[in-house]
């Protein structure tokens, strides 16, 4: 036991005098021991682990960046930088070209996803832009009901007016006086009608006529021109709007056309379409809508529509350019349907896009203006058949085409 002591004791005098003579820093020298033999036991397992394949053996080149040897891991995530970067620079290049090509002129291929500037209008498109505005406002001028809609009711009541004298007198012409004498007048008319509306259709496309057309051929509950319910039965903006409209005039003016001559046509096809502006007009300006505006040749069409359903009086039709057709449905369940979704329409609220009060206003006008001329027919076969009654047998026998 004394040896044992003894020992140490010279161990600690020896310590002593080390530390005396030769000073170090022991913390340092034990961090450093440890690391190493951290190291020690980590290559141990390193060796380990590549024995059992869990890592692949490396070169000092490739292992200078982890301790750990080469992972499969590790080369994925470097191709997919390197085909990153790779990428990267293309564009750049890319980017390069295309703006070397911009700024020389040179027109190329535009890519599927690249974005499309906006054309930007020209300072003349802009001018009549401006000079187009009725009002700089944006709001609607402070109106009463009744002067936003009696000049209108006022011009929609002459042109009633004259539409009375133009079917009580109208002569039909000579056919020498015709402009086109070997067309059917139905077809003459009708075509007449289809090429004023195309004309007003291509002439909305000329900037310096915007001021003109907003005034007179579109009516505008906000800040209404009394022509203007005349003037928007013969304007169309949208191309579809215009090819749906000319396609049911031709398809069923001639018809109306047939039945009740040039004058009767004429003067409900007009009166239609003024009187669905007015009745759009008046629930619009009530409602005190004025955010809104109309045009088209609806209310007029749906004039021509509701007549001739009345007038025909049949249990079938034949489509238009399509002879060999039929639809087994009658005149009177066909203008039910066409009035039921117009109603139908009213209760979208906006939703269809479509002037429904306008074309009611339509079929209303068609539809009063047929009444008239059946009861006008019917009238003219009384008082016919009353003067035959009044005749003796000679007169009635001898006389009755000489009457007539």
């Known amino acids: 036991m004394s040896n044992a002591w003894t020992v140490a004791y010279r161990a600690l005098?020896?310590?002593?005098?080390?530390?005396?003579s030769y000073p170090v820093d022991e913390e340092?020298?034990?961090?450093?021991?440890?690391?190493?033999?951290?190291?020690?036991?980590?290559?141990?397992?390193?060796?380990?682990?590549?024995?059992?394949?869990?890592?692949?053996?490396a070169d000092t080149e490739q292992t200078l960046?982890?301790?750990?040897?080469?992972?499969e891991l590790e080369a994925l995530r470097k191709r997919n930088e390197e085909l990153y970067e790779r990428q990267k620079e293309e564009e750049e290049r890319q980017a390069a070209i295309q703006e070397r090509e911009g700024k020389s002129g040179t027109l190329g291929p535009?890519?599927?996803?690249?974005?499309?500037?906006?054309?930007?209008?020209s300072e003349w498109v802009k001018y009549y832009e401006e000079q187009a505005l009725l009002r700089k406002e944006k709001e609607a001028p402070e109106m009463s009901a009744a002067a936003r809609i009696l000049p209108s009711a006022a011009v929609a009541a002459v042109v009633l007016g004259?539409?009375?004298?133009?079917?009580?007198?109208?002569?039909?012409?000579?056919?020498s006086a015709r402009l086109w004498p070997d067309t059917p007048p139905a077809l003459a008319t009708c075509f007449a009608i289809l090429n004023i509306n195309i004309f007003i259709f291509l002439a909305w496309h000329f900037p310096p006529l915007w001021r003109v057309f907003n005034k007179y051929l579109l009516q505008t509950p906000g800040y209404p021109t009394a022509l203007s319910c005349l003037g928007n039965v013969f304007s169309h903006q949208d191309p579809k709007h215009l090819f749906m409209n000319m396609l049911i005039l031709m398809g069923a003016g001639p018809q109306l056309h047939e039945l009740v001559g040039r004058g009767n046509f004429l003067a409900i096809y007009l009166a239609g379409g003024v009187l669905g502006s007015t009745a759009s007009l008046?629930?619009?300006?009530?409602?005190?809508?004025?955010?809104?505006?109309?045009?088209?040749?609806s209310g007029a069409l749906a004039a021509t529509i509701g007549a001739l359903l009345l007038l025909k009086d049949t249990d079938g039709f034949t489509l238009p350019f399509f002879p060999d057709w039929r639809i087994p449905v009658s005149?009177?369940?066909?203008?039910?349907?066409?009035?039921?979704?117009?109603?139908?329409?009213?209760?979208?609220?906006?939703?269809?896009?479509?002037?429904?009060?306008?074309?009611?206003?339509?079929?209303?006008?068609?539809?009063?203006?047929a009444g008239i001329i059946k009861w006008q027919v019917a009238e003219r076969r009384r008082v016919a058949e009353e003067k035959k009654r009044e005749m003796g047998f000679l007169q009635r026998t001898f006389g009755e085409g000489k009457d007539e």
């Open 65 to 71: 960046g982890s301790v750990y040897g080469h992972s």
């Open 13 to 20: 005098n020896a310590l002593e005098y080390l530390r005396s």
């Open 162 to 175: 004259l539409c009375y004298v133009l079917a009580q007198t109208y002569t039909p012409p000579s056919s």
């Open 331 to 369: 005149s009177y369940g066909l203008l039910g349907a066409c009035l039921a979704y117009e109603v139908w329409g009213l209760t979208r609220r906006g939703q269809t896009g479509m002037d429904h009060v306008a074309h009611l206003g339509g079929y209303a006008t068609g539809m009063g203006a």
């Open 28 to 57: 340092s020298a034990a961090a450093e021991w440890a690391q190493g033999e951290a190291q020690r036991l980590e290559g141990e397992l390193i060796e380990r682990a590549q024995k059992l394949r869990l890592y692949k053996k």
């Open 110 to 121: 535009v890519k599927a996803k690249a974005e499309l500037r906006k054309k930007e209008k």
């Open 282 to 297: 008046v629930v619009a300006v009530l409602a005190r809508n004025f955010a809104v505006s109309s045009l088209g040749a």
